[in-house]
């Protein structure tokens, strides 16, 4: 009998999973429209004292959003006022959408990879799987992993793209 021999295991492809990046705690929208009077402009007095008395320990290791859903009169000092008391509490928080808020879980933990341990590889980009991994994160991982890779392809180790390949005549970073 012929002997099967696993390419892809004697390849020394290293693939690199993104799923691994996406940060297990759970995402909440604040929405500061809840805080409006008459749905149309925040009073500071109002807000000042809901600041003061609202359990800000229900964030706490939570991802927050911030966001304004109605078309109302919002001075920029609350959202920082909402900011100092999440600041405690919350893992991370943003202004703006959910989508703005993985964006930043993203790039708080692409910013956390150590390329060295990639020097002269051969990265396979994970690409399907079971969770969704947004597109701006393979692009921010593809701006890390560039200066050390030998070359990176995308998908999975039997049936890859290739993106990049160093040339010859120059040396990793």
């Excluded at 943003?94 to 993985?102: D, H, Q």
């Excluded at 879980?105 to 396979?124: H, M, N, P, S, Y």
């Excluded at 050390?148 to 390949?165: D, F, H, Q, R």
Aim: a negative charge; one cysteine or more.
């Amino acid at each position: 009998m012929e002997e099967f021999v696993n390419r892809v295991a004697n390849s020394g492809l290293v693939t690199f999973n993104l799923e691994d990046f996406i940060h297990p705690g759970e995402r909440v929208v604040y929405d500061i429209k809840d805080n409006l009077f008459h749905g149309l402009m925040l009073r500071e007095k109002d807000f000042r004292e809901f600041i003061k008395t609202h359990d800000w320990a229900q964030y706490a290791g939570q991802n927050v959003a911030i966001i304004c859903s109605a078309d109302a009169i919002v001075p920029t000092w609350a959202y920082m006022l909402l900011a100092s008391k999440l600041q405690n509490h919350a893992h991370r928080y943003v202004f703006g959408s959910l989508e703005a808020l993985e964006q930043e879980l993203f790039q708080e933990a692409i910013a956390g990879v150590e390329v060295e341990q990639f020097l002269d590889a051969k990265l396979v980009i994970k690409g399907c799987g079971e969770k969704p991994v947004p597109t701006y994160a393979y692009v921010a991982i593809m701006q890390k992993l560039l200066p050390v890779a030998a070359s990176i392809m995308y998908g999975e180790p039997c049936s890859t793209v290739p993106l990049y390949k160093r040339p010859k005549d120059k040396v990793s970073a």
